[in-house]
């Protein structure tokens, strides 16, 4: 490696990623609150859109502070 060079993680775009997704599945499990369908899912009652929505937000902000570029 050269001197002055410095890589980026994979695990920080990963980190990135399941950051963007978590905002986009909470958003449609809020959305799903606000304007229920007409037609109840089975088990809907557990709002399984805003656990995972809010696991994944919690998972990439870690993976994406941890693994951060200029972090050593």
Do not use: C, D, Q
Not at 33 to 42: K, N
Not at 49 to 58: K, S, V
Not at 61 to 68: D, L
């Amino acid at each position: 490696m050269s001197k002055g060079r410095h890589f980026i993680s994979i695990w920080f775009f990963i980190g990135v990623l399941l950051l963007i997704y978590g905002v986009i599945i909470l958003g449609f499990g809020l959305y799903g609150l606000a304007s229920p369908p007409e037609r109840e899912v089975v088990m809907a009652n557990l709002h399984t859109e805003l656990w995972w929505g809010a696991l994944l937000i919690i998972l990439g902000a870690v993976y994406s502070y941890y693994f951060r570029p200029g972090r050593e």
